[in-house]
C-alpha cells in the first residue's frame, strides 16, 4: 500500500476533519465559558460522558437511536448546566483563577467515581450504524459521518445563535467586558447561567455522538479534557470561532499522524501541539492574553 | 507573623511528634505501622507540593509524575545491584535531573498555563513506563526481589526521615529570603521581579527541590510494596490527594500538610473500609468544600481564633 496514493490521502482527511468537528463541538462549549466567565471547566468532559452514558442508557433500556436520544438528552443536560452554574460556578467566578481550576477539578473527580460506582470500569458502546459508505474508492465510516457533520451543524448553529440573535450578541457582550454589558442593562448573571447551560448541553451532544464512535468508560474524560485544552489554547482561549478550528486542526493533525506514523504517537499529539504553543506564546496563541 | 511563643509551641508539637513516631514500632502491630507509614508518604508527598504550589501560587497538577519516575529508578537501581538507601538516592537525583528542564520550560507559563501544562504531564509518564519494554517491562511490571529489599523497620525510619525532612526544608524555606521571594511571586510575579527578585531561578529552584522528594519517597514506595506497574507508579488519584491534602490542612503553611495529610488518611482509612469505591469521590467532595467555605485550610481556623483581630482573614488560597 503506498501512503501517498491521493485516494489515502483524501481518506485521511476527511476522517480527520470528521474527528475535527466532534471535537471542535467539545472544545467550544469549554472556550464559551472561558470567555465569559474566566472560568476553565476542568469537568467539562464529563458533562460530554454524562451524554454518552445518558445515550447508552436510552439505548440499553428503550432501545432509542442515539440520534433520538439528543432530542431528550441536550434540553436536560442544558438545564443541568444552567443551575450548576447558579449553585457552585457561580461562587468561582471572580474569585482566583486556581479556585475555579480546583473547584472544577473537584467536580471532575466526584462525576467521574460517581460514574465508577453507577457504570464500572468497563468499556461501553452504542454499536447503532455499522460499515461505510462506498464514494468510488473511498470507505468512508457511516458513524463517523454522521457524528461528524451533527457536530458541525451543531456548532455552526451556535456560532448563527451567538452572531444574529439579541441573546447571543449579549453572551458576546459579556464575554468582551462584563462591566460595561451590566452598564448596558443585561443581566449578567442569567446571561452565565445560560452560556453554562449552553457549553453543557455542547459537551452532552458530542457526549451522545461519542457515544456511537468510541467506546468509552466513565475515565475516558482525561483524555478528552486533555485535547480541548490543546485546542483552546491553539485557537485562541475565550475565542469561540477559535475553538471550531483548533479542533479541526487537532483532529486532521490526529489523523495523519496515525495513518503515516502511528495511532500511539496520534495520541500523543494533542499534548506535543500544546507544548508546542505554550512554548512559542507562553499566554496562547490568540484570543484573552492576559487571564 | 507568628511571635515567638507560637514557634515554641510548633517546636515542642513537632519534637513530641517525632518521639511518638519514632517509638510508635515498639507498640504497635503491622498493620498500623504500614498505616502510618502511608501517612508519612502522604505528609512528604503533600510538603513537596505545598513547596512549589502553596508557596509560589504555581499549582501543579502533575506532580505525581516525579513520584513515578523515582519508583521506576529506585526499583530498577536496585535490581541492577545498588544498595537500597543509594538506591533512593538515585531515584530522588533522577527525578530532580528531570525537572530541571521541565522547570525552565513549564515555569515560564503563568497560572492556568503552567496547570494546564502539568496536567498531562503524569499521564506521559505513564506512557513512556508502558512502551519502553526494554527498561520497564512494560504493562508487565516490575517485581523487585524480596532478598534486596530493606526491612519494614528501615522502610518505616526511612519514610519519617522523608516526611521530617521535608517538613523541615519547608519551615526553614518559610522563614528564609527565599521563601519571601516565593509568597511575593505568589502575590504579583511583576512587582517582585520589578523590585529584584530573581523569579526564574527561584522557581526553578523550588520546583527541583519539590521534585526530589517525590522522587526519593516514590524510591522508597517501590520498596515498600516490591511491585510497581505504569499504573501504580503514575497513579492519578496521588495527584489528588497531595492538593487534596495541603488545601484541607492549609497551603502555603507548614503545620497544613501535616495536620492535612492526618486528617484526610484517618478519613480515608475509615471509608476505604465502609465504602471501598466512594473514598475518592469524597475526596472530591472534600476538595470543592474546602476551595468554598475554607479557602485558608484548617490551620486558618486556629489561627484566626488565637488571633481575633477583626482585620485577620484567612489567606486566599492560591
Known sequence: ?291 | MPDLNQRMISVWAGTVLVGLAMLAPLGVNEYYQSFLLQVFLVIALAQAWNLISGMTGYVSFGHAAFFGVGAYAGALFLTWGFPWWLAILKGAGVAALLAVPLGFLTLRLRGPYFAIAMLGLNEVGRIVATLWVSLTKGGTGLTLSPTLLPSLDVKYFTMLALALGATLLIAWIHRSRFGLELRAIREDEEAAEMVGVNTTRNKVTAFVLSALIPGAVGAVYAMYTSYINPASAFDHARNIEMIVVVLFGGSGTVWGPIIGAATVMVIREMLWAQFPAAHLAALGVLLLVVVLYLPGGLVSIVRERQQKRPDARPGESP
Open chain 1, 1 to 291: 500500500m503506498d501512503l501517498l496514493e491521493p485516494e489515502i490521502l483524501l481518506q485521511l482527511l476527511i476522517n480527520g476533519l470528521l474527528a475535527g468537528a466532534l471535537y471542535a463541538l467539545l472544545a467550544g462549549g469549554l472556550n464559551l465559558i472561558f470567555g465569559v466567565m474566566r472560568v476553565i471547566n476542568i469537568a467539562h468532559a464529563e458533562f460530554m460522558l454524562i451524554g454518552a452514558f445518558g445515550a447508552y442508557v436510552l439505548f440499553n433500556v428503550f432501545g432509542l437511536h442515539p440520534l433520538l436520544s439528543l432530542l431528550i438528552i441536550v434540553p436536560a443536560i442544558f438545564v443541568v448546566g444552567y443551575y450548576f452554574q447558579r449553585v457552585l460556578i457561580e461562587r468561582v467566578v471572580g474569585r482566583p483563577m486556581l479556585t475555579s481550576l480546583l473547584a472544577t477539578y473537584g467536580v471532575s473527580i466526584i462525576l467521574i467515581n460517581v460514574g465508577l460506582l453507577i457504570f464500572s470500569a468497563d468499556f461501553k458502546s452504542v454499536p447503532v450504524l455499522q460499515g461505510s459508505f462506498l464514494v468510488g474508492e473511498l470507505a468512508i465510516s457511516k458513524p463517523r459521518t454522521v457524528a461528524g457533520l451533527v457536530s458541525l451543524i451543531l456548532s455552526v448553529g451556535v456560532y448563527l445563535f451567538l452572531e444574529r440573535t439579541r441573546l447571543g450578541k449579549a453572551v458576546r457582550a459579556v464575554s468582551e467586558h462584563a462591566q460595561v454589558a451590566q452598564i448596558c442593562g443585561i443581566d449578567v448573571r442569567q446571561i452565565r447561567m445560560l452560556t453554562f447551560g449552553m457549553a453543557a448541553a455542547m459537551a452532552g451532544a458530542a457526549g451522545v455522538m461519542l457515544s456511537i464512535i468510541y467506546s468509552f468508560w466513565p475515565g475516558s474524560g482525561v483524555d478528552f479534557i486533555q485535547k480541548c485544552f490543546a485546542i483552546i489554547i491553539i485557537g485562541g482561549m475565550g475565542n469561540f470561532v477559535g475553538a471550531l478550528y483548533g479542533g479541526i486542526l487537532l483532529g486532521v493533525v490526529e489523523s495523519f499522524v496515525g495513518g503515516f506514523i502511528s495511532t500511539q504517537w496520534a495520541e500523543a499529539m494533542a499534548y506535543l501541539l500544546l507544548v508546542a504553543v505554550l512554548l512559542i506564546r507562553p499566554t496562547g496563541l490568540k484570543g484573552v492574553a492576559r487571564a
